[in-house]
């Protein structure tokens, strides 16, 4: 089945940077979109970034541009956002998911805060 794991989160000061990972299994990662998306604390999930299968295309939310990056390794079948000038507002769990399959990951915890 579609197994998706998250990595890389923890607390970091305002204006840090942080990398997550996910690594997905039980579907053709080179063949799908990947995304990454977020909760913050009482707040819906939203989606973040975007990644077509072939990297040749990259979508961003107003909220991230210009400080994410999203990328992607289909030899690994992991997708990684690297993540910059880190916010208060950027506090939140992120997730990352092929659009198109129903499945999420567990999440991974990211708190910025001094």
């Known amino acids: 089945q579609v197994q998706l794991v998250e990595s890389g989160g923890g607390l970091v000061q305002p204006g840090g940077s942080l990398r997550l990972s996910c690594t997905a299994s039980g579907f053709t990662f080179s063949s799908r979109t990947m995304a990454w998306y977020r909760r913050p604390p009482g707040k819906e999930r939203e989606e973040i970034a975007r990644i077509s299968s072939s990297s040749s295309s990259t979508n961003y939310a107003d909220s991230v541009k210009g400080r994410f990056t999203i990328s992607r390794d289909n030899a690994k079948n992991t997708v990684t956002l690297q993540m910059n000038s880190l916010k208060p507002e950027d506090t939140a769990v992120y997730y990352c998911?092929?659009?198109?399959?129903?499945?999420w990951g567990q999440g991974t915890q990211v708190t910025v805060s001094s």
């Open positions: 998911r092929a659009p198109t399959l129903s499945s």
